[in-house]
């Protein structure tokens, strides 16, 4: 089992910057994917950006330009760098990767953070 750990959501103001980070853990996985998607208040969640191992990384039309997502190999973690935050980003932040195991495939999920944007 894939267990994943995030943390560096919070508060901040219109125009302000936070960065969320995940770590993922566990025994004999590799990864594939690790994204991060985001689901506000009576929305459904949609992905925010994703990095594929050995391509280019992937990012929502709404965020392209202020967000950018990074991925440390050796550690096993995302990074989300954001940037010139506004109102519309507030959300629930969720980590996602996705890889393969000894048994198979699998995707997990990680417990969520909350982004608020307000001043």
């Known amino acids: 089992q894939v267990q994943l750990v995030e943390s560096g959501g919070g508060l901040v103001q219109p125009g302000g910057s936070l960065r969320l980070s995940c770590a993922a853990s566990?025994?004999?996985?590799?990864?594939?994917?690790m994204g991060w998607h985001r689901q506000a208040p009576g929305k459904e969640r949609e992905l925010v950006a994703a990095?594929?191992?050995?391509?280019?990384?992937d990012y929502a039309d709404s965020v392209k330009g202020r967000f950018t997502i990074s991925r440390d190999y050796a550690k096993n973690t995302v990074y989300l760098e954001m940037n010139s935050l506004n109102v519309e980003d507030t959300a629930v932040y969720y980590c996602?990767?996705?890889?393969?195991?000894?048994?198979?495939?699998?995707?997990?999920w990680g417990q969520g953070t909350q982004v608020t944007v307000s001043s």
């Open positions: 566990g025994i004999g996985f590799t990864i594939h994917v």
């Open positions: 996602n990767v996705r890889g393969d195991t000894e048994t198979g495939r699998y995707a997990s």
């Open positions: 990095v594929t191992t050995g391509n280019s990384p």
